[in-house]
């Protein structure tokens, strides 16, 4: 029942930057492991990256690596995901979850923990 809004997407060329962030409302943001996931037309909802509670542990996809990160600020209830060096391949509607368990690097997600998503869309 956390409630998560998105938002930061927009249209951009290729090679271009965009932060998007994830504000959580909730008393227990601070005890949440959060995540971005990412979904383009056609394709299955995939993970991006995610962060620990504490903020001390990063996961990323490999395709991300070197171009996205992963951020949260505990005193706003917010996480953020800055992406860099935009590709083509990068367009989908980005979601958070929260509260998600992270066991051996990969990110478990909780069902219901999703906003309604910020649409990323990168042009050529």
């Known amino acids: 029942q956390v409630q998560l809004v998105e938002s930061g997407g927009g249209l951009v060329q290729t090679g271009g930057s965009l932060k998007l962030s994830c504000a959580a409302s909730?008393?227990?943001?601070?005890?949440?492991?959060m995540a971005w996931f990412r979904q383009a037309p056609g394709k299955e909802r995939e993970f991006v990256a995610a962060i620990s509670s504490s903020g001390d542990r990063l996961y990323y996809v490999d395709s991300m690596k070197g171009r996205f990160t992963i951020s949260r600020d505990n005193a706003k209830n917010t996480v953020y995901l800055q992406m860099n060096s935009l590709k083509s391949e990068d367009t989908a509607v980005y979601y958070c979850?929260?509260?998600?368990?992270?066991?051996?690097?990969?990110?478990?997600?909780?069902?219901?923990?999703w906003g309604q998503g910020t649409q990323v869309t990168v042009s050529s």
């Open positions: 979850n929260a509260d998600g368990r992270i066991i051996g690097g990969t990110y478990y997600p909780t069902a219901g923990n």
């Open positions: 909730g008393r227990t943001f601070r005890s949440y492991a």
